[in-house]
């Protein structure tokens, strides 16, 4: 499989694995669909899932004559070019504007409110002051109960009275 781009350049990551820049060819051995991600500083990041379909000589069973009776190697060569598109950079006014009308937005709904000036985040009493991690509570289920994993998920009998973890655990 061969990626190019217009402009060359952009680092390509093929299933979130980094495999060069563009131009770049890599080995595949799987069709399906793949995730292609092109980055380039001054360009916007391009994510593409690229479907790769299987050619006809891989099909059954056409595929045991193509690979034991064609003499020589069947190589599929994929080629995919991607245009980049150059980054847009708003201005910090138009920014701003923006900002100001989301926070009026939601404040307004009362869903998300400002933290006053200088407030910093807020813990309770319990939090261990090496880990600054809160204990976590879980609410008891009833036995036999189904989380949200399916059936094969319940929860055991030994959890249901005392919450989370069983007793003797």
Do not use: C
Request: no cysteine.
């Amino acid at each position: 499989m061969t990626i190019r781009s217009n402009p060359p350049g952009a680092v390509v990551y093929v299933d979130d694995y980094e495999i060069g820049t563009t131009p770049v060819s890599t080995n595949f051995t799987y069709y399906g669909t793949r995730k292609i991600r092109l980055v380039k500083n001054g360009y916007e990041t391009l994510t593409v899932m690229q479907p790769v379909s299987v050619p006809w000589y891989q099909y059954m069973p056409i595929d045991f004559v193509a690979e034991n009776l064609v003499p020589g190697d069947i190589r599929d060569n994929r080629t995919f070019d991607y245009p980049l598109v150059p980054q847009v950079v708003a201005p910090t006014e138009q920014l701003l504007d923006r900002a100001e009308g989301l926070r009026r937005q939601t404040h307004g709904s009362g869903v998300v409110q400002a933290a006053p000036s200088g407030a910093g985040p807020r813990f309770p009493s319990a939090v261990a002051p090496a880990t600054g991690f809160a204990p976590a509570t879980v609410p008891a289920l009833p036995p036999g109960s189904t989380l949200p994993g399916g059936p094969a998920s319940t929860v055991p009998p030994a959890a249901a009275p005392g919450g989370w973890p069983p007793a003797g655990s």
